[in-house]
């Protein structure tokens, strides 16, 4: 009772909307992600469910990230209860969207490792907290380590990196909704 809808989350919408809004082509996708047409067009009309290794894939190619398009998958509802199963990307690690739907805040879960040959830069201003264990996070040239209940807020802009140092760990990040890019790693670095 009160809830918001509890059946799956269909990303289709979200990627359609987001390719569009870059003016890209489902060919365009398909080269950066190294998906096919098909697969893509299946995404987009809700045929095919992609996993997360897929999803991160096309995220990757419309410069955006996993979470953002299953934040932006469900319409914004001014009261929304998200429960703690929440949604799964896949068996580890796990990332649970905090807050669904287009809203001035983004929120997001961690649980388990996580790639840290992966990027983000936010053009908002973002703070991740720990919740339990352990991460090490490297931002402005510096690294920082921080335990269960520390707290690191970084000015939008700043590029920076992620991982668990131990298991079990969970982070909670949250930012200032709209614009988050996830870069990969590139060489020389």
């Not at 410069?63 to 998958?73: D, G, K, P, S, Y």
């Not at 991740?128 to 970084?154: K, N, P, S």
């Not at 992620?162 to 990969?184: M, S």
Request: glycine share 8%; net charge neutral.
């Amino acid at each position: 009772m009160g809830d918001h809808k509890e059946q799956p989350l269909r990303v289709g919408a979200a990627v359609r909307r987001r390719r569009r809004a870059l003016e890209l082509t489902l060919a365009v996708v398909a080269e950066r992600s190294g998906l096919s047409v098909p697969f893509l067009s299946q995404v987009e009309n809700d045929r095919a469910r992609p996993s997360r290794s897929s999803l991160e894939k096309v995220a990757d190619a419309l410069r955006t990230t996993a979470v953002e398009l299953l934040a932006a998958a469900d319409p914004a509802c001014s009261v929304d209860v998200v429960r703690a199963e929440g949604i799964e990307l896949g068996p580890e690690p796990r990332v649970r969207s905090l807050v669904r739907g287009h809203h001035q805040m983004h929120a997001s879960e961690f649980t388990g490792d996580h790639d840290a040959g992966r990027e983000f830069q936010y053009r908002n201003d973002q703070l991740m907290y720990v919740a339990d264990g352990a991460v090490e996070i490297e931002a402005e040239g510096r690294a920082y380590r921080l335990g269960r209940g520390d707290t690191l807020y970084l000015t939008g802009g700043v590029r920076h990196r992620w991982r668990a140092t131990v298991p079990d760990t969970r982070v909670v990040v949250v930012a200032v909704a709209e614009h988050i890019e996830a870069v990969r790693d590139r060489p020389g670095r």
